[in-house]
């Protein structure tokens, strides 16, 4: 088991190569997907469930639609193949690859959240599905990450129409004789949904999200949070220097670019009332990169992507980053695979 990472040496300066994204078939899907499920069995690639607006995207109430439908790329030349579908359409969840499967932790429907995890393994022609301990609550909207053989999963909402979010911190020890989740002490800051994990050099980490409270209706109202954690077993949080902008729902895990954690894209908030929305201009097109040595961060420009709730999956030996939203409303069926350098 590893975590997502690309060690590239930590080339930082203005004269740094810029990383080079290469375009993948894109899912067979003309919308695309929010928070898709996705990660590594059998050596292909998965994206799972997800959730997108096939109608009409500017009127309001607009109609979201979950999906159940799992997706598999053998190769990356290759033509995406219906595998399977879910156990019931499913999105926002945590998304997990270890022992050779994709792992499915909580998530949501169109009506409530779950506490339900399961497993995902193909075989190359098979896709078949087992259960996992229950998460202790229902959770969407959550992060998580794989340090060494344990899953760690922090915050996320409870249900949908929740206006705080969980102050929780679980964690799942795959090689335990019978595993169960652990309720940890959670990050000494405020309670959060849509944070950013990173599993990296023995530990866990915990990048921005929002907090919720309840606005003068009574919905919920997001506070976007630039504050981050690390926690490391046996010796519990600390805190780290704040991001240099908030990067709420930004693809998660973090991955490791240039022996920094990456922060890529993801809502700073600075547009969350543009009018009229369909003119929104997307997400921030930048990286965040935290210099684990100095624990300092530097932004990098040259991050020509806008991207929030989707998953990262490593896949031989390439960072994916497999649909998402690239602006409110809107999803996108591409995929893209970063590369050290061009090919």
Known sequence: MRFIGLALGCALSASASPPHWKALPPVPDPEGFAAPFAGVSGGALLVAGGANIPGEKWKDPFV??????????????????????????LAYGVSITADDSLLCLGGSDSQQHHASCFR???????????????????????CGALLGHTIYIAGGLEKPDSTTALHTFWALDLQAAEPTWQELEPWPGPARMLAVAAAHQGSFHLFSGASVTAGADGKPVR????????????RGWEPLADLPRPAVAAPSPAPVLESCLAILSGDDGTKVDFTPVRDHPGFPRDALLLDPTSGTWTVRESFALSRATVPTVLWNGSLIVPNGEVRPRVRTPEVFRFQASPP
């Open 223 to 234: 506070q976007y949070l630039r504050d981050a954690w690390r926690f490391t077993p046996g």
């Open 64 to 89: 979201k639609v979950w999906h159940d439908r799992v997706h598999v790329l053998s190769n990356p030349d290759g033509e995406w193949k219906l595998a399977g579908r879910l156990p019931a359409p």
């Open 120 to 142: 995902l393994q193909w075989d190359g022609t098979h896709l078949t599905s087992a259960p996992l301990p229950s998460l202790p609550r229902p959770c969407a909207n959550a």
